[in-house]
T-cell receptor
Framework: QKEVEQDPGPLSVPEGAIVSLNCTYSNSAFQYFMWYRQYSRKGPELLMYTYSSGNKEDGRFTAQVDKSSKYISLFIRDSQPSDSATYLCAMSYSSASKIIFGSGTRLSIRP | DTGVSQNPRHKITKRGQNVTFRCDPISEHNRLYWYRQTLGQGPEFLTYFQNEAQLEKSRLLSDRFSAERPKGSFSTLEIQRTEQGDSAMYLC??????????????FGSGTQLSVL
């Protein structure tokens, strides 16, 4: 079993829809949770991060962490075609440890 | 351009050959990471450096792989006797240790390796 599980998609939604992306994990020792966006033939770029449980909002993006359920989510409001990319969840045990990634969800926003 | 730079962008090689990739991190970043990514998968951790010291190496990493960061600046990743299973995107990332925050990891655009 992988430490971090993520539905690979692809997920296709119409422009303006709310998108929900999710990951589950097995190790309760994870403390830092991140979402990265990756465009084709590019490296991942950080979108959101949270420490421990809770919500964090940044513009159209909201990240949620539920440590009791070992479940994290990323919500995208008013989705745009430019949001079409692969979204990777990621997590780490401490501020100094390596980051472990999910397999990514491929998202397509239809105009 | 002050981002993470990787060279070459693409490398095609024949099975059994050695290849070397280079990564130039953001100048003030003292931590440097190597990841490998195959199609449809997330980045897989390979190794990381703090300055010139290699602090962790994945147990999944074959002994055909070696990485160096001789002066704590740029890093090289060498694969000896390449195999077709080594075909992947090799990503380099860097961050600063300042403040102890882990989240701001900056990635390069990667080196795409194809082993024929």
């Amino acid at each position: 079993q992988k430490e971090v599980e993520q539905d690979p998609g692809p997920l296709s939604v119409p422009e303006g829809a709310i998108v929900s992306l999710n990951c589950t994990y097995s190790n309760s020792a994870f403390q830092y949770f991140m979402w990265y966006r990756q465009y084709s033939r590019k490296g991942p770029e950080l979108l959101m991060y949270t420490y421990s449980s809770g919500n964090k909002e940044d513009g159209r993006f909201t990240a949620q962490v539920d440590k009791s359920s070992k479940y994290i989510s990323l919500f995208i409001r008013d989705s745009q075609p430019s949001d079409s990319a692969t979204y990777l969840c990621a997590m780490s045990y401490s501020s100094a440890s390596k980051i472990i990634f999910g397999s990514g969800t491929r998202l397509s926003i239809r105009p | 351009d002050t981002g993470v730079s990787q060279n070459p962008r693409h490398k095609i090689t024949k099975r059994g050959q050695n290849v070397t990739f280079r990564c130039d991190p953001i100048s003030e970043h003292n931590r440097l990471y190597w990841y490998r990514q195959t199609l449809g998968q997330g980045p897989e951790f390979l190794t990381y450096f703090q300055n010139e010291a290699q602090l962790e190496k994945s147990r999944l990493l074959s002994d055909r792989f070696s990485a160096e960061r001789p002066k704590g600046s740029f890093s090289t990743l060498e694969i000896q006797r390449t195999e077709q299973g080594d075909s992947a995107m090799y990503l380099c990332a860097s961050r600063t240790q300042q403040g102890g925050t882990n989240e701001k990891l900056f990635f390069g655009s990667g080196t795409q390796l194809s082993v024929l």
